[in-house]
């Protein structure tokens, strides 16, 4: 089936970077877009941006540009979202969500929490 | 493009129907979906294109509406149905959601 794993959760200090992992099985990795969002705690659903893993293409929502970056290793079916710079406004649950055949959200990964504290 | 979801809160008992709104503050056409999300899970997609089931989604969930105005129903509440449910537009390929509706136990 298709299935999304992301790495385990992360503490960072204010100024630092992270890598967040996603990988993919149960599809042809390349075929659909891989899709980050996050989620502060006690709070909605934000969109970062997506990727096209075939290309290596992205797109990110304009709060994100020059602090996000977003790629991809076929090779091992492994998407990866880096936040440089954090804050303590980063700390979030970031989850991975490939895009449908209609470009929705389907499914999700189980989410990483990444906590930015001094 | 900014989703507005109403109410915020929704209290009710199991067995009766929920009804939620997502108003879009421009024109989404027919592109909006509903997730529902449970405490500690990640989101899953319930409905897609406004008014399109999502696979494994029971058939008390059921969506309507087209350009700015969607409304989620819930015919008759499940224990398992009483969650944080959010709306998301695709414009452009940028996507956006809103904050969200908590339906919870009367």
């Known amino acids: 089936q298709v299935q999304l794993v992301q790495s385990g959760a992360e503490v960072k200090r204010p100024g630092a970077s992270v890598k967040v992992s996603c990988k993919a099985s149960?599809?042809?990795?390349?075929?659909?877009?891989m899709n980050w969002v996050r989620q502060a705690p006690g709070q909605g659903l934000e969109w970062m941006g997506w990727?096209?893993?075939?290309?290596?293409?992205?797109d990110l929502a304009q709060r994100f540009q020059g602090r996000v970056t977003m790629t991809r290793n076929t090779s091992i079916t492994t998407a990866y979202l880096e936040v440089s710079n954090l804050r303590s406004g980063d700390t979030a649950v970031y989850y991975c969500?490939?895009?449908?055949?209609?470009?929705?959200?389907?499914?999700w990964g189980q989410g990483t929490l990444v906590t930015v504290s001094s | 493009i900014v989703l507005t979801q109403s109410p915020a809160t929704l209290s009710l008992s199991p067995g009766e129907r929920a009804t939620l709104s997502c108003r879009a503050s421009?024109?989404?056409?027919?592109?909006l979906a509903w997730y529902q999300q449970k405490p500690g899970q990640a989101p899953r997609l319930l409905i897609y294109?406004?008014?399109n089931r999502a696979p494994g989604s029971p058939a008390r969930f059921s969506g309507s509406g087209s350009g700015t105005d969607f409304t989620l129903t819930i015919s008759s509440l499940e224990p398992e149905d009483f969650a944080v449910y959010y709306c998301?537009?695709?414009?452009?390929?940028?996507?956006?959601f809103g904050p969200g509706t908590k339906v919870d136990i009367k």
């Open positions: 969500a490939r895009g449908n055949w209609d470009n929705w959200f389907d499914p």
């Open positions: 149960g599809y042809t990795f390349t075929s659909y877009d």
């Open positions: 990727m096209n893993p075939n290309s290596g293409q992205t």
């Open positions: 421009l024109s989404v056409s027919s592109y």
């Open positions: 294109d406004a008014s």
């Open positions: 998301q537009q695709r414009h452009n390929g940028r996507f956006t």
